[in-house]
């Protein structure tokens, strides 16, 4: 699958400290604006941070993996233009923003 974005910005994880990386990625997540990509790349395939993305903001990132190899991965991960009715506010719709800045 590929995302279809307007931009697109390099994040190495492996030259963050670990125990900061899940901190980082979601910072670096919601500073992207709708239809923006982050592309990420890590020393291993991050299963556990992508079921936390998933749950913390559902459809309003969408991923793809670019290269999946034992000892390099590199995802592209995308805030999805939201499809809500116009009565809806914030990122998610309802008023149940995804926490990105998309606005």
Not at 50 to 55: E, G, P, S, V
Not at 64 to 90: H, K, L, W
Request: glycine content about 12%; some cysteine; overall charge negative.
């Amino acid at each position: 699958m590929t995302l279809h974005t307007t931009e697109t910005y390099l994040f190495d994880a492996r030259g963050v400290a670990k125990r900061f990386r899940h901190a980082a990625i979601f910072g670096a997540l919601e500073s992207l604006h709708r239809g923006e990509t982050m592309r990420f790349v890590n020393d291993h395939d991050p299963l556990p941070l992508l079921q936390q993305i998933t749950q913390r903001y559902g459809q309003q990132v969408q991923y793809a993996y670019v290269e999946r190899n034992p000892d390099q991965v590199v995802i592209d991960f995308a805030v999805v233009p939201e499809q809500a009715p116009a009565s809806s506010s914030g990122c998610g719709g309802g008023g149940q923003g995804c926490g990105c800045s998309g606005s």
